[in-house]
């Protein structure tokens, strides 16, 4: 499922609809649920998805990641990745 850091959903007056388990391979935990309209910046006009149910990311002091893509994102068009380093997203 599609993650957005906390702190951007703080930036951008997200309200929590709800609370899922987050799970990984240590353990279960729950967060917070937001509906948010996205918009992905691939290609020349990027991509709006409306209306996507998005997980909050707690990834940790310091990590570098604001926004994971999820398969359900993905799932919905076609990823094309390639081995040097490009990608072609189509949705």
């Known amino acids: 499922m599609t993650?957005?850091?906390s702190s951007v959903a703080q930036a951008v007056g997200l309200q929590p609809i709800g609370q899922?388990?987050?799970t990984s391979a240590t353990q279960s935990?729950?967060?917070n649920v937001y509906l948010a309209d996205l918009v992905l910046p691939f290609g020349a006009g990027g991509f709006l998805v409306g209306s996507a149910t998005v997980m909050e990311l707690n990834a940790g002091q310091g990590s570098p990641f604001q926004m994971l893509l999820g398969?359900?994102?993905v799932c919905?068009?076609?990823l094309n990745l390639t081995f040097d380093g490009h990608f072609t997203l189509c949705l």
């Open 20 to 22: 899922r388990s987050m």
């Open 71 to 73: 398969r359900d994102i």
């Open 3 to 5: 993650c957005i850091a």
């Open 76 to 78: 919905r068009g076609s």
């Open 29 to 31: 935990v729950p967060v």
